[in-house]
């Protein structure tokens, strides 16, 4: 099976937020359980700086629509399709 997976570019991103509030994933997380964590939120900021929150267990990953990618300001994120079982 192929799934989405967001890659940053830790050398670019400023840790702006943008991408982390772009998500439409995120958003309807956001929506539903009240708050962002590692554990519901696809894309988050840690430490000043954009991370991809992926887990092959998890059953809600990055669908790969690309709004993140367009938002952010810097240019930072690029998109990789990965195989898993
Ligand atoms: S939008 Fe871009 S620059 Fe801003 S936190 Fe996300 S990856 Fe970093
Ligand atoms: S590609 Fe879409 S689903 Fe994936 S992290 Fe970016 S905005 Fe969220």
Avoid: W
Wanted: proline share 2%; charged share 25%.
């Amino acid at each position: 099976m192929q799934i989405y997976r967001i890659r940053i570019n830790h050398n670019l991103c400023t840790g702006c937020n943008v991408c982390v509030v772009s998500c439409p994933i995120n958003f309807n997380k956001l929506k539903k359980e009240g708050k962002l964590t590692d554990k519901n939120a696809v894309i988050l900021v840690k430490n000043g700086i954009a991370i991809s929150v992926y887990d092959d267990e998890r059953k809600v990953n990055c669908d790969g629509c690309g709004v993140c990618i367009e938002a952010c300001p810097q240019d930072a994120i690029e998109l990789e399709i990965i195989e898993v079982e």
